[in-house]
């Protein structure tokens, strides 16, 4: 089940690109190998995930909204004290479960724990940029105290978990802004619709506010050019900064990159959800976990919506 994650893109060298914290290890080489029996399980970026077509996701991995986000809030990223300056992007990772028996199940990641923790002990219950193992962990351990299901007793409740885990990354507050508020990815979404929405607004009421000076300049130009000549002056094309549509035409391409980016969210709460249903079926999910792939497609569904309104919004500017 693909799930998703938090990761590091290097502009400089940007087909590296990591979950946080992983080091880099020989795997890369084995992407794009079609002639190797090797298979090469490693995250992928959104547009990886989505545009298996496209050989070179640089450009687009380079603008995620995500990233671009963090940039205009400071980001400062959670439990990192050394952490180098690489942009945090999102990334889909792969889960594997097998039920062994009754009494052994067996998960498999690409994101290697024994590489990947970079968050000491002491704060493992709390960090929200802790690895798949450690979120599950930490469920096991905490999930009573903090209102979640009874700890699981059977393979087949240690199995809901851990699908329960991956799926809770859409809401995990996984960075600190430099104002010391935690974002995750669905908030980063909202706040960056609601920022080009805003921005929209500005631009009509200034486009307003100063057709109506134009057209008082305008009538008293005419006015004056009339009575010194005796006759109505020659219609002259008017000083209109509004002609230059540089801001319109960069809040059209935000807002086209913000839905692009949803749909392919929401292909990835599709995926989640064929196999919860197969994980899930005849029980009842609601209130047991933080979020379910239904709940997260049906909040994308509405900011999609949103984003299109946005969208039609300022193209009406254009």
Same mark, same amino acid.
């Given at each position: 089940?693909?799930?998703?994650?938090?990761?590091?893109?290097?502009?400089?060298?940007?087909?590296?690109?990591?979950?946080?914290?992983?080091? +880099?290890?020989?795997?890369?080489?084995?992407?794009?190998?079609?002639?190797?029996?090797?298979?090469?399980?490693?995250?992928?970026?959104?547009?990886?995930?989505?545009?298996?077509?496209?050989?070179?996701?640089?450009?687009?991995?380079?603008? +995620?909204?995500?990233?671009?986000?963090?940039?205009?809030?400071?980001?400062?990223?959670?439990? $990192?004290?050394?952490?180098?300056?690489?942009?945090?992007?999102?990334?889909?990772? +792969?889960?594997?479960?097998?039920?062994?028996?009754?009494?052994?199940?067996? !998960?498999? !990641?690409? @994101?290697?724990?024994?590489?990947?923790?970079?968050?000491?002990?002491?704060?493992?219950?709390?960090?929200?940029?802790?690895?798949?193992?450690?979120?599950?962990?930490?469920?096991?351990?905490?999930?009573?105290?903090?209102?979640?299901?009874?700890?699981?007793?059977?393979?087949?409740?240690?199995? +809901?978990?851990?699908?329960?885990?991956?799926? *809770?990354?859409?809401?995990?507050?996984?960075?600190?802004?430099?104002? *010391?508020?935690?974002?995750?990815?669905?908030?980063?979404?909202?706040?960056?619709?609601?920022?080009?929405? #805003?921005?929209?607004?500005?631009?009509?009421? #200034?486009?307003?506010?100063?057709?109506? &000076?134009?057209?008082?300049?305008?009538?008293?130009?005419?006015?004056?050019?009339?009575?010194?000549?005796?006759?109505?002056?020659?219609?002259?094309?008017?000083? #209109?900064?509004?002609?230059?549509? $540089?801001?319109?035409?960069?809040?059209?391409?935000?807002?086209?990159?913000? #839905?692009?980016?949803?749909?392919?969210?929401?292909?990835?709460?599709?995926? @989640?959800?064929?196999?919860?249903? &197969?994980?899930?079926? *005849?029980?009842?999910?609601? *209130?047991?976990? $933080?979020?379910?792939?239904?709940?997260?497609?049906?909040?994308?569904?509405?900011?999609?919506?949103?984003?299109?309104?946005?969208?039609?919004?300022?193209?009406?500017?254009?």
């Amino acid at each position: 089940m693909p799930y998703l994650t938090l990761g590091e893109h290097d502009p400089k060298h940007p087909k590296k690109r990591t979950l946080s914290g992983v080091k +880099q290890s020989g795997d890369d080489n084995l992407i794009g190998r079609r002639d190797s029996r090797h298979v090469a399980h490693v995250p992928l970026t959104l547009d990886q995930y989505y545009y298996p077509g496209i050989s070179d996701t640089s450009y687009r991995d380079d603008h +995620q909204v995500f990233s671009k986000y963090l940039e205009e809030h400071h980001e400062k990223p959670v439990s $990192s004290t050394n952490r180098s300056k690489k942009k945090q992007i999102l990334m889909v990772d +792969q889960l594997w479960i097998w039920i062994i028996d009754d009494q052994s199940v067996i !998960t498999s !990641t690409s @994101q290697r724990h024994e590489e990947s923790s970079t968050v000491p002990p002491r704060d493992a219950r709390d960090s929200s940029m802790s690895t798949l193992l450690q979120h599950v962990l930490n469920d096991i351990a905490y999930g009573e105290s903090r209102g979640r299901s009874e700890r699981p007793t059977s393979v087949n409740a240690v199995m +809901q978990l851990v699908l329960g885990a991956a799926t *809770g990354f859409f809401i995990e507050k996984c960075v600190q802004l430099a104002d *010391g508020t935690f974002k995750g990815p669905l908030e980063v979404f909202r706040e960056s619709i609601r920022d080009v929405a #805003n921005r929209e607004t500005e631009l009509f009421q #200034n486009f307003l506010k100063d057709l109506k &000076q134009e057209i008082k300049k305008r009538k008293a130009r005419t006015e004056r050019i009339s009575s010194r000549s005796g006759r109505p002056s020659i219609r002259e094309l008017p000083n #209109n900064p509004h002609y230059i549509i $540089s801001e319109e035409t960069e809040l059209l391409d935000q807002i086209r990159d913000i #839905n692009d980016e949803l749909h392919m969210l929401r292909s990835l709460a599709e995926d @989640q959800e064929i196999v919860w249903n &197969q994980a899930f079926a *005849g029980m009842e999910t609601q *209130g047991r976990f $933080s979020c379910t792939p239904t709940e997260i497609a049906r909040d994308l569904d509405g900011m999609i919506l949103e984003a299109e309104m946005t969208r039609d919004s300022v193209s009406v500017l254009l």
